[in-house]
């Protein structure tokens, strides 16, 4: 069992930053790939940006290449989402989840876990 908590969400004008925060209650959480997702309101929910349980790798969509970063501290059960130069289409409710079988976890159906979500919206 794994707990999910996001939170640093907000109101940012294009072009702002925020960093968003997901902490984790349970056992093994270095053995969980990580990953950030978002949803708009009508749209599915997408893939934003992912990490290996040990930090080594990272995977990311095209739409935020170059402007997120992710990151985890296993020290702290936490993952983040650094957000730059942010755009109004990145606007929605981004999500935290925990994959354990790391071979597909870019798709939303393979994550064990979510968090509540935190809202994002940034403002042209």
């Known amino acids: 069992q794994v707990q999910l908590v996001e939170s640093g969400g907000g109101l940012v004008q294009a072009g702002g930053s925020l960093r968003l925060s997901c902490a984790a209650s349970?056992?093994?959480?270095?053995?969980?790939?990580m990953g950030w997702f978002r949803q708009a309101p009508g749209k599915e929910r997408e893939f934003v940006q992912g990490?290996?349980?040990?930090?080594?790798?990272?995977y990311y969509a095209d739409s935020v290449k170059g402007r997120f970063t992710i990151s985890r501290d296993n020290a702290k059960n936490t993952v983040y989402l650094q957000m730059n130069s942010l755009k109004p289409e990145d606007t929605g409710v981004y999500y935290c989840?925990?994959?354990?079988?790391?071979?597909?976890?870019?798709?939303?159906?393979?994550?064990?876990?979510w968090g509540q979500g935190t809202q994002v919206t940034v403002s042209s």
């Open positions: 349970g056992r093994a959480f270095s053995s969980y790939f």
């Open positions: 989840g925990a994959c354990l079988n790391s071979h597909t976890c870019e798709a939303a159906w393979s994550y064990d876990y």
């Open positions: 990490i290996t349980g040990s930090g080594s790798t990272t």
